[in-house]
């Protein structure tokens, strides 16, 4: 192995090219989100309505996404995904030219079902390729730390591109780049044969286990996986919609996706140092913690009043989310049958994306009813929640299913942590 394990992975054929694809793909999932909630509170004048249209959209991609993603197990990414290519973009599409007329909510809410439920997950499309490619545990923790990094790059331009395009621009501007980047980066993606897992086998050599014959989301462990990320997801809807508010009541509302970039370029930092060194210590105990110290984290928001103790604030607290998100994607990866890795990377995608749904509503009402601090309490209860389940799983993210993707058992207590 080389010095740089980064450079070591991505000298895997292929890799560089459908990892940078996957990028791109993904550029929506930071994008569309608070795309939708500037464009609908811009044109609308509701940050409720905002976001409920915002949640339609995820819960709609939430509740799909996991049955697109086992279709793509067994048919095959390409098959499966170009064809909802086509129904995403005229879906998102579609919103934009329903706000614009002013349409009715419910037309509003029909449009984000299309468009949100037709997304599927290139998250979890990026790691399987990634998982098929790889046989080494420590490289593949370092492909998957690679991937949560990027997903925070994701994160740093996707708000900011669409803050600045909808309030310096036209409202609709931020989801209508969403939609054009992540069509074209869905497309170079799926255009790459060559490193697409085959059909119905994630790891190469894998056997067929009959485990995978039902859904990743009955496997031991997943369940409660699954809540601890709906928890989290709470935690991150909840608190973009109340940046935007915070930023709004401070007079300076385009400033919202430079914060929210600052609470994934913390993210992104911790990301890259976390995935260089290999970690000896329980997975699940390192999850936990990661969840504590989140918590921990956007506890200050409450105590903040200006936008520059909020953006530094929110730098500090970014830290612990990306090695939060990589401990989960490899717990699932210790938990489920290698022909059923796509669909468990989903379901916790999509646990997440309920929460985050949820954490949109729930955020939305209390700013609407109150001010942005209210929507910021949403964020702190619910860190302290996914906190509280993380550490109660503990014992049932312990026992480890024969899908593991660590080649060694735990260490003593005085391990690495």
């Not at 979890?124 to 046989?135: D, G, N, T």
């Not at 601890?228 to 400033?255: P, Q």
């Not at 929460?355 to 860190?383: E, N, P, Q």
Request: charged share 10%; net charge neutral; with cysteine.
């Amino acid at each position: 192995m080389t010095r740089n394990p980064y450079l070591d992975v991505l000298s895997t054929p292929g890799s560089v090219r459908f990892s940078a694809a996957g990028l791109v793909a993904r550029l929506p999932m930071s994008m569309i989100g608070i795309g939708t909630v500037l464009m609908v509170q811009t044109l609308y004048g509701s940050y409720a309505m905002a976001g409920r249209v915002a949640a339609v959209l995820v819960v709609a991609q939430a509740i799909v996404a996991p049955q697109v993603a086992r279709l793509v197990d067994r048919a095959g990414q390409r098959r499966v995904m170009l064809p909802l290519l086509v129904l995403t973009t005229v879906g998102l599409l579609g919103l934009v030219v329903a706000a614009v007329l002013g349409a009715p909510e419910w037309v509003l809410w029909v449009l984000a079902v299309l468009g949100g439920g037709a997304q599927g997950s290139y998250g979890s499309m990026v790691r399987a390729r990634w998982s098929y490619q790889l046989k080494d545990p420590r490289r593949l923790h370092t492909a998957y730390s690679l991937e949560s990094a990027l997903d925070e790059v994701v994160f740093i331009v996707g708000p900011v591109a669409a803050t600045v395009l909808a309030t310096g621009g036209t409202p609709s501007g931020g989801l209508l780049v969403a939609t054009v980047a992540g069509g074209l980066g869905a497309l170079w993606f799926l255009a790459q044969r060559a490193t697409e897992p085959p059909v119905g086998l994630t790891t190469p050599g894998a056997p067929v286990d009959p485990a995978a014959s039902r859904s990743a989301t009955l496997m031991p462990g997943m369940p409660v996986l699954a809540v601890v990320f709906v928890a989290m997801g709470v935690l991150f809807g909840s608190s973009d919609v109340a940046t935007v508010a915070f930023a709004e009541e401070a007079g300076a509302k385009s400033a919202a996706g430079v914060v929210l970039a600052c609470f994934a370029l913390g993210s992104m930092l911790s990301g890259f140092a976390y995935g260089a060194r290999h970690w000896v210590s329980p997975l699940s105990r390192r999850f936990a913690i990661g969840a504590v110290a989140l918590a921990a984290g956007v506890s200050l928001f409450l105590v903040v009043d200006n936008l520059v103790a909020l953006a530094a604030v929110m730098f500090a607290a970014g830290f612990a989310i990306a090695p939060t998100l990589i401990n989960g994607n490899a717990l699932v990866q210790a938990l489920v049958a290698p022909q059923q890795l796509t669909e468990g990377l989903a379901w916790v995608s999509t646990a997440l994306g309920v929460g985050v749904s949820v954490g949109s509503w729930l955020g939305g009402a209390r700013i609407d009813a109150a001010d942005a601090h209210a929507g910021f309490f949403v964020t702190v209860v619910a860190g302290w929640v996914c906190a509280g389940l993380a550490v109660a799983a503990l014992p049932t993210l312990r026992r480890r299913a024969p899908y593991s993707v660590e080649p060694a058992p735990p260490e003593p207590e005085d391990a690495t942590a």
